[in-house]
T-cell receptor, first 111, second 114 residues
Framework: GESVGLHLPTLSVQEGDNSIINCAYSNSASDYFIWYKQESGKGPQFIIDIRSNMDKRQGQRVTVLLNKTVKHLSLQIAATQPGDSAVYFCAENRDNNDMRFGAGTRLTVKP | GAVVSQHPSWVICKSGTSVKIECRSLDFQATTMFWYRQFPKQSLMLMATSNEGSKATYEQGVEKDKFLINHASLTLSTLTVTSAHPEDSSFYIC??????????FGQGTRLTVV
């Protein structure tokens, strides 16, 4: 959901481990969800998306899970690498086509 | 993926002056563009949504007379920070979307007001 001015939660993992980043969204009518990765000083980059008629979608090393019952989205990164260190945001596309971002999670990968 | 170009990538201006930031969709027509502001270590905060040819819709608490948004064509939106002050220093990011498809982001503009 919309998070204004919140400081980012952090997740620290060891290189090679799997990472799970969670996101709660607010609008039960949202029909499309996206995960973005943002590196320092850059704009967000698309990672993976999922529509509300699905509950799981897999990409290369990433999987997104959607639980509409509890309005929860997660991003799983397999075999996390140092290059995965960044801030990860989920975004929900609301029924008015507004796109809102979650608070974000800072992922740090330890070598 | 589609390309959104934001310019300039950084700008330093004097307090009281105005700064214009451009957001262009290079290979698609953007029916909707979004402007965000991001403070260090914080999330993106939606400032306004603009649809081509119509007035922007501002989020609560965002001064429309201070942050002027123009979306004159399907490939260009501009954000003008008028009478900038040091507290306006931030990272401004635009995103562009064609219809109901996913949005693509510009690389952001670092504004520093001195």
């Amino acid at each position: 959901g919309e998070s204004v001015g919140l400081h980012l939660p952090t997740l620290s993992v060891q290189e090679g481990d799997n990472s799970i980043i969670n996101c709660a969204y607010s609008n039960s009518a949202s029909d499309y969800f996206i995960w973005y990765k943002q590196e320092s000083g850059k704009g967000p980059q698309f990672i993976i998306d999922i529509r509300s008629n699905m509950d799981k979608r897999q990409g290369q090393r990433v999987t997104v899970l959607l639980n509409k019952t509890v309005k929860h989205l997660s991003l799983q990164i397999a075999a996390t690498q140092p290059g995965d260190s960044a801030v990860y945001f989920c975004a929900e596309n609301r029924d008015n086509n507004d796109m809102r971002f979650g608070a974000g999670t800072r992922l740090t990968v330890k070598p | 993926g589609a390309v959104v170009s934001q310019h300039p990538s950084w700008v330093i201006c004097k307090s009281g002056t105005s700064v214009k930031i451009e957001c262009r969709s290079l290979d698609f027509q953007a029916t909707t563009m979004f402007w965000y502001r991001q403070f260090p270590k914080q999330s993106l905060m939606l400032m306004a949504t603009s649809n081509e040819g119509s007035k922007a819709t501002y989020e609560q608490g965002v001064e429309k007379d201070k942050f002027l948004i123009n979306h004159a064509s399907l490939t260009l939106s501009t954000l003008t920070v008028t009478s900038a002050h040091p507290e306006d220093s931030s990272f401004y990011i635009c995103s562009a979307r064609a219809g109901a498809k996913r949005a693509f982001f510009g690389q952001g503009t670092r504004l520093t007001v001195v």
